[in-house]
Structures are given as C-alpha cells and as structure tokens.
C-alpha cells in the first residue's frame, strides 16, 4: 500500500521544503521508491534535489494543460527519488486552478495510477492555504506539519487545523494528522526548551518525539542540490532526519 504525505505549513520558513527532501531521500535509501511532488511556485525542492525549476512539463502543465504526469517525473542524483517539480507556470495555478471545476480532487486522481510504482510519494506544500495546498491535502492520506521552535510557534496552527477540518469534511474523510515536527531546535538555550514544552503539552499525541535540530549543514545543503543525508550524512542534522523517516514509516 502507497502512502501519500502533504507537509503543510501556511508558516513560512518553518522547514516545509527541508522535511520533504530529506524525509523523501532517507525513505527512498532505505530501498523504498518514492516520489517528491513540488507544489510551491517557489520550487525549492526542485532545486533542493539539483534539478533546474525551468524545466517542462513540470506540475503547472500536468495539473492545467492535461501534460502526461509520467512525463514530467525526473530521476534526482538520490537513488530511488523521483521528482515531479515545480516550474513555469505555477504561480499562475493559483488563479487559474479554482476555475476548473472539481479542481480539489484533479491531483489526487492524477497520481493515482502511480500509486503502483511509488510506496511514498511527499507533496511539500508553499507557505500559504491557498488552491495548492488544499490540492495537495486532497490528494493526501497523511499531513505532516513542521513547527519552526521559536516564539509564536503556535501562531496560525488553529487555523491550519481547522482548514484541516474543513478538507476532512468536505473533500477528504481519510485525512489524518501522521505528525507534528519541531524543527530549527536549539536545546541550548531556555527559549527552545520552552517551546517544545509548550508544543508538546498542547498537542501530546501528535509530535513526533524526534526533534530537528539547528543545524548549519542543513542550511548548506539546498545549495548543493542535495538533502543533508548525502551533503553531509554524519551530520547531527542527517541523522535526525534518519531517526524522524523510521518514525513516519512506524506511525503507518
Ligand atoms: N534544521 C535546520 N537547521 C538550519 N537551517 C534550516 C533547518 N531547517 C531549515 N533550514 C533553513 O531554513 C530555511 C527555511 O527552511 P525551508 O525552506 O525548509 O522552510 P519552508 O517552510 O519550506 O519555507 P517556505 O514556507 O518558504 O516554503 C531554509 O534556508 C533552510 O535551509
Ligand atoms: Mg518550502
């Protein structure tokens, strides 16, 4: 069985892009094919995995101008990542998306059929709640929402969880919630112990026990255009992503 996670933020900067690639390269390192949707039109995971954002077909033509999904899946340099990127285009789909009708369902029945060849497929959502990200939720089993450790980490999570609600009501009952992710964790100081703390107590069985801490290496990595598990796979970064990919694939 296939197992398709959207990781959903309207937050920006909460680590959305860096849970998407990483989790996707430990998952498929570990021997299980997996595929990387790109649904933000800032395609920073396209280009977090080397590939380059203007290249055709990419999610805008498959998603409007009925271009084959098989055809704009690329190989990435991760062995077992496949990636269907963000490109030209994308930004448009925002407006141009809601006017088709029955558009909150167009991705989920598009990869479908691919839900033969990939075990995991990992949709990393733009900072916003706009079409895309309701497309992606649609076309999820699982969400997946990184929490920036930082003052006002819980700003906004009502509001996605209630958009959650509403996507559980009326478009997609098997939507669940696989986990909440404290990432850009600095257990040094007071400020981050606070906030795990305070995360922890409000939601006690949603987050993840692993925590991603801060860490330069993964900062680094994107600009390689590889995750931090290859960029730099001993880094104290790495390996919390490694711990944090065998949590996802237990919780089911
Ligand atoms: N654990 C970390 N340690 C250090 N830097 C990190 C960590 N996680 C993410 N970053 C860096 O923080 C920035 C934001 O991360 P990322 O792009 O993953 O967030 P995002 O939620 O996808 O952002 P957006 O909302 O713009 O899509 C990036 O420059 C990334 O390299
Ligand atoms: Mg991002």
Redesign the pocket.
């Known amino acids: 069985m296939s197992r398709v996670y959207a990781i959903a933020?309207q937050?920006?900067?909460?680590?959305?892009?860096?849970?998407?690639?990483n989790v996707g390269a430990c998952i498929a390192e570990a021997g299980y094919p997996t595929l990387l949707i790109d649904t933000?039109p800032?395609a920073?995971?396209t280009v977090g995995v080397g590939i380059d954002r203007t290249r055709q077909p990419g999610l805008y033509q498959v998603l409007l101008c009925d271009a084959p999904i098989e055809e704009a899946i690329v190989e990435t340099g991760v062995g077992g990542l496949s990636l269907l990127p963000a490109g030209p285009g994308l930004a448009g789909a925002t407006v141009e998306l809601p006017r088709l009708q029955g558009f909150e369902h167009r991705l989920r029945e598009l990869i479908a059929p691919l839900r033969q060849r990939f075990e995991y497929v990992l949709l990393?959502?733009?900072?916003s709640l706009g079409p895309l990200t309701v497309t992606a939720l649609v076309a999820a089993d699982r969400i997946i929402v990184?929490v920036q450790t930082e003052y006002f980490a819980l700003e906004g999570l009502a509001s996605l969880l209630e958009t959650l609600e509403k996507v559980q009501r009326q478009l997609n009952p098997r939507l669940t919630v696989a986990g909440m992710l404290l990432?850009?964790?600095d257990a040094r100081t007071r400020l981050g112990r606070d906030v795990e703390e305070e995360v922890r107590r409000h939601f006690p069985e949603l987050v993840f026990d692993t925590v991603?801490?801060?860490?330069?290496r993964?900062?680094?990595?994107?600009s390689h255009g590889l995750p931090v598990t290859h960029h730099d796979p001993h880094s104290a970064?790495a390996e919390?992503y490694f711990e944090l990919a065998k949590e996802v694939a237990a919780r089911g």
């Open positions: 933020n937050k920006g900067g909460v680590g959305k892009t860096t849970t998407a690639v933000d800032q920073n995971a990393d959502c733009p900072p990184p990432t850009m964790h991603i801490p801060r860490n330069v993964i900062g680094e990595a994107p970064g919390a």
